[in-house]
T-cell receptor
């Protein structure tokens, strides 16, 4: 599975959009981009995933660049409850072995 | 989303004892479940893949005799930490899917402290 690079930490003002970047320059054609988050002392929570088209659900939007070498997770109106570690994972859409990197620790500030 | 429940949420034990952690899928059947370990301020580390009705598959470097995994039914997987030592103190998390690739549901985690 391709390696990902994320900034270790970010801050975001409450109510503003949080844009979390992820670089995956070695991604291959059959690998998807997944985003999970982990609120402190809880199990991770699935957010969204995509292959090459932008995706949106009730939690977030995922923007994948045309060359697929990077992506951005957007939380449109961040709340204090969105404070968590966000993990970007690239893997093929077979099996469910997920290998987590170090993620981005997002702090939403009042 | 689907619900995965772990029990106990936290456990304290003496060094040398064994501890069992249960992972249940409450509203779906999981032929495969996964066990992770997370040390403070670190990321999750995949320990093993638990397969219903067959032996677990362990990640490189994880001692299978130390971390016994049993997946006897489609809704229950157990992790037993045998002869626990203080260095086994960690946050253990399980996950399962409904068969749709990429969509995993995680338990709340079980915090083990070995004295």
């Amino acid at each position: 599975d391709a390696k990902t690079t994320q900034p270790p930490s970010m801050d975001c003002a409450e109510g503003r959009a949080a844009n979390l970047p992820c670089n995956h320059s070695t991604i291959s054609g059959n690998e998807y981009v997944y985003w999970y988050r982990q609120i402190h002392s809880q199990g991770p929570q699935y957010i969204i995933h995509g292959l090459k088209n932008n995706e949106t659900n009730e939690m977030a939007s995922l923007i994948i660049t045309e060359d697929r070498k990077s992506s951005t997770l957007i939380l449109p109106h961040a709340t204090l409850r969105d404070t968590a570690v966000y993990y970007c994972i690239v893997k093929r859409n077979t099996g469910n072995q997920f290998y987590f990197g170090t993620g981005t620790s997002l702090t939403v500030i009042p | 989303g689907a619900v995965v429940s772990q029990h106990p949420s936290w456990v304290i034990c003496k060094s040398g004892t064994s501890v069992k952690i249960e992972c249940r899928s409450l509203d779906f059947q999981a032929t495969t479940m996964f066990w992770y370990r997370q040390f403070p301020k670190q990321s999750l580390m995949l320990m093993a893949t638990s397969n219903e009705g067959s032996k677990a598959t362990y990640e490189q470097g994880v001692e299978k005799d130390k971390f016994l995994i049993n997946h006897a039914s489609l809704t229950l997987s157990t992790l037993t930490v045998t002869s626990a030592h203080p260095e086994d103190s960690s946050f253990y998390i399980c996950s399962g899917g409904r068969g749709r690739p990429g969509e995993l549901f995680f338990g709340e985690g079980s915090r083990l402290t070995v004295l």
